[in-house]
Each structure stands twice: as structure tokens, then as C-alpha cells.
């Protein structure tokens, strides 16, 4: 769930930047320019909010939920930075005040820089928004939105001092805000992250039904993780290098760091045919909120398909003495497809804490609540539920457990996606 303490931040932030604006406002200033010049302001706060949360800093996660929906709010800003340069750009008078100097004003690139970034921030919106575009072929024009941002702080830099009050409190606030938004592009584009990620070597390479179990060897000192986060995996060499973010499905204490990995496009295919091992890896991270440490005792840990990767870290950093008793429902089309379900029955079979319910589509068992009610000994809001798999299929389970009386605050879910 998104916790709303964040989004609240960056409202309170508009507010405080709107408060400053019309209060420190010279009198003479005409009161159609106050405004739209704060709703350019309001654009560029939130631009520069979403800049930052593209860094990715870990710090961030717990007051967002965790790093996807940091990625959400990252988008919502991206979204609403649009509509009010819009609104900024139709409603700014077009015409310069008096006592401004046309020729001296010509001379200033406020205004074109403003409509440049304008035309690009429209396009890269609605290259990003197209959830058609394979994510290798999106993330590059993605990255157009960085010279938006570099534009855009141009344009208010610039703006004839009459349309943008520099040195008011209000302008302090966005000249804060551009230096934090700029140090925060050059430190997602040129790969200063990369300086927090820990080297691995390929161990081994497994194939398993429709999925590929990476094994990897730390050449330094080992990532140190909560079972159910995931990392960002960036395999070394020509033709390897975008990284994807995966689930680690080892325990912390193993020595070797695991990856299962669903054979779904390019690039995990690319790994299932061509990736040898000895190969560098490097793993950056952890990430992630997706956490049963500190919930109910009593809980139930859905995984529909590959969405079983958090649980398998789980269950293997899991000892008999738990406190927490739980029920994995691992739901997959057909047997076969269900991995490792031989060390999970191995593992139900040993602690009387764990019990494994498999469901298969193809005998009729669909993931619904009715399923989940007829598997467990108490009412469905004595438990804490962590849901793991396709969108739709998490979306469907919490509508209905919602109906069925479970609390909001119950519900965990994690979604294997960004966009
Ligand atoms: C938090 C998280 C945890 C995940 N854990 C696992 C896991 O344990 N096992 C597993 O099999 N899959 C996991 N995934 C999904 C995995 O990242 C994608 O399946 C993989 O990146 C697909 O790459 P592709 O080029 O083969 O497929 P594509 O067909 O290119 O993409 C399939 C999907 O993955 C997304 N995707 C592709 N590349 C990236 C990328 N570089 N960064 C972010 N998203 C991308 C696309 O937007 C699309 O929705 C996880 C995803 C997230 C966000």
C-alpha cells in the first residue's frame, strides 16, 4: 500500500511554496501573473520531486512503501507537472508588462526555452505513458525528460524578473529545487548508483521449467538483505549491460545469492540461452518493503507463479521455532510449473509452523478468496496477508478479501512491475 505520508510531504510543500509565493508578492505585480507564474512553480517543485525519487536512494523507500511506489509517485508528479505547464503556458499573459523593455526582453531565452521544454516534456510523456513500447526501447527516451527538467529550470532562471521574482522566498524555493533536481539527474544518468552495487561472480546456471536459477559467488562483501526484497541485476559485457530487477530467492544467512527468473522476453531469454557461467555480475540494492517480519503471527503468503520468488526466500530463512504460522497458497497453471515444489513439501513436511495449499488451475483450484477460506482454521481477519504475482490476480484477491472483511492495513502486496 502506498503510504501516504510522502505524498502528503510533497503537497506541504506545494503549500508552503504557494503561501510564500502570494505573500511575498510585490503589490504592483499584476495578480494574473502571481498566479500563473505559481502554477509554473507548482510544475517545476514537482518535476524536481520526481527527478529525485529517480534516484532511487534507499533512504526514501520506507516513507513511499517501498521503491515501486516510489515509481508511482515518481509518474503522478511527471503527470501533474504536465497539465500545470499547460495550464502555465495558456494562461500567462502574452503580453509584457509595462515598463519592461521589448528589446532587452528578446534578449532573454525565457520563452523559447519554456516552449522547447514544453514540446518535449508532451512528447516524452507520451513515449513513457505507452505501455506498448518494450521497456529496452522506452527507457532511453525516458531519459529525454532529464533536458525537459534542464530546460525548464532555463526558463524560470531567465524569466523577466516582473514574471519570476528571483530572490523572493517562493524563488529561493525553486533555485533549492533545481540544484537538488539537477545533482539528482546527473547522479541517476551517470550511473553514480552504480557505486553502491556489490560484484558477483556467475556460479552456476540452472534451467527449470520456464524459469532460470542464477547461483552467484560475491567476489567482496556480500549483499546483506531482508528476506523478500529484490535487487537490480546487471550482467558485465557487450550487449548485457541494461539492468533488471529481480527478487532474491536465496536466505540471507546462504552463502550464495539466488535469482529464479521467468523465461517472459528478450532479456531473460538472452540469459536462459547465452549467459555462461564466470560471467561478472553486478547486484545493486536491496530494495523493497515487502517485509512479514513485523506483521500478525497468523499469516498467508499468496504466490501466483513466478510471484513465488519472495516466498521461497522466506520459507528458507524460516526455522521451526517461528513465531509466525503460516500458509503459503502457491497457485500455478499445472503442476510442473510449480518451482521447487519439492523442497516446499520438504519444508511443510518438517515444521509444523508451514503448510503448503498448491493450486492448479488446470483441475478447476482458481486463486479466489473462497479457495483461500476453505484452507484455513480462523475467519479470514485473524491473518496478515501477503499477495505476490500478476497484477490483475493481486487486484482481484484484495477486492474480494476487502469485501469479505479484511482490513486495508492486512494487505501486502508487491507487484513485479514499475511502469
Ligand atoms: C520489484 C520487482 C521484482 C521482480 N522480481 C522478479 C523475480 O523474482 N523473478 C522474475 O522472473 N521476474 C521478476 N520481476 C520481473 C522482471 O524484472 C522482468 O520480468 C524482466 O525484467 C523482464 O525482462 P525481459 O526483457 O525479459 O522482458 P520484457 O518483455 O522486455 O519485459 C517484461 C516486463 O518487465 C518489465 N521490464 C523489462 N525490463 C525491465 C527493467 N530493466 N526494469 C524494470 N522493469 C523491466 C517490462 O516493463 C514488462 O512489464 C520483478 C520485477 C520487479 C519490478
Not at 505501455?131 to 525528460?145: A, V
Not at 546487471?234 to 549491460?241: D, L, N, S
Not at 500458509?327 to 499445472?334: D, H, I, K, S
Not at 503448503?356 to 475467519?379: C, H, I, T, W, Y
Request: aromatic share 10%.
Amino acid at each position: 500500500m502506498l503510504k501516504r505520508r510522502a505524498s502528503l510531504a510533497i503537497i506541504v510543500l506545494l503549500l508552503v511554496f504557494s503561501i510564500l509565493h502570494l505573500g511575498f508578492s510585490p503589490a504592483e505585480i499584476e495578480r494574473q501573473v502571481v498566479g500563473t507564474s505559481m502554477l509554473g512553480g507548482w510544475a517545476f517543485l514537482l518535476m524536481s520531486c520526481s527527478i529525485f525519487l529517480s534516484t532511487r536512494l534507499r533512504f526514501l523507500e520506507p516513507f513511499f512503501g517501498g521503491l515501486d511506489r516510489m515509481y508511482q509517485v515518481h509518474k503522478f508528479c511527471g503527470i501533474f507537472a504536465m497539465l500545470l505547464i499547460l495550464a502555465h503556458f495558456f494562461l500567462i499573459p502574452k503580453e509584457l508588462p509595462e515598463g519592461i523593455d521589448p528589446i532587452a526582453n528578446a534578449l532573454v531565452p525565457s520563452a523559447p526555452l519554456g516552449m522547447l521544454s514544453m514540446i518535449l516534456l508532451i512528447l516524452a510523456l507520451a513515449i513513457t505513458l505507452n505501455r506498448k513500447i518494450p521497456y529496452h526501447r522506452w527507457r532511453n527516451p525516458h531519459k529525454l525528460m532529464g533536458l525537459v527538467y534542464l530546460l525548464g529550470t532555463g526558463h524560470f532562471i531567465t524569466a523577466p524578473a516582473v514574471f519570476f521574482e528571483r530572490f523572493s522566498p517562493s524563488g529561493i524555493m525553486l533555485i533549492i529545487a533545481a540544484v537538488i533536481g539537477t545533482l539528482s539527474l546527473l547522479y541517476s544518468l551517470f550511473g553514480m548508483n552504480r557505486k553502491t552495487a556489490k560484484r558477483y561472480v556467475i556460479e552456476k546456471v540452472n534451467a527449470l521449467e520456464r524459469a532460470t536459477e542464477l547461483v552467484l559467488n560475491p567476489l567482496e562483501q556480500p549483499l546483506e538483505f531482508r528476506p523478500g526484497q529484490f535487487a537490480f541485476v546487471e550482467v558485465q559485457g557487450k550487449g548485457w549491460r541494461e539492468p533488471h530487477p529481480f527478487t532474491i530467492s536465496s536466505a540471507p544467512a546462504d552463502e550464495k545469492l539466488r535469482f529464479t527468473l521467468k523465461v517472459l522476453g528478450d532479456w531473460t531469454r538472452k540469459v536462459r540461452e547465452e549467459i555462461e557461467t564466470g560471467a561478472e555480475v553486478l547486484v545493486r540494492g536491496p530494495y523493497g518493503c515487502f517485509d512479514t517480519s513485523k506483521a500478525r503471527s497468523k499469516q498467508v503468503w499468496f504466490a501466483g507463479g513466478i510471484g513465488v520468488t519472495p516466498f521461497l526466500s522466506m520459507v528458507r530463512a524460516m526455522q521451526p521455532d517461528d513465531v509466525r504460522e503460516v500458509t503459503l497458497v502457491y497457485a500455478v497453471r499445472e503442476k510442473d510449473e510449480a518451482l521447487f515444489l519439492d523442497e516446499l513439501l520438504a519444508k511443510a513436511a518438517e515444521m509444523t509452523n508451514f503448510r503448503l495449499v498448491l493450486l492448479q488451475s488446470n483441475e478447476g483450484e482458481f486463486a479466489r478468496v473462497d479457495k483461500m477460506k476453505e484452507n484455513l482454521s480462523e475467519p479470514l481477519s485473524e491473518y496478515g496477508y501477503f499477495l505476490c504475482g500478476p497484477k490483475p490476480m493481486i487486484n482481484g484477491l484484495t477486492r474480494d478479501m476487502r469485501k469479505a472483511g479484511v482490513s486495508r492495513d492486512a494487505i501486502h502486496t508487491e507487484a513485479f512491475e514499475f511502469r
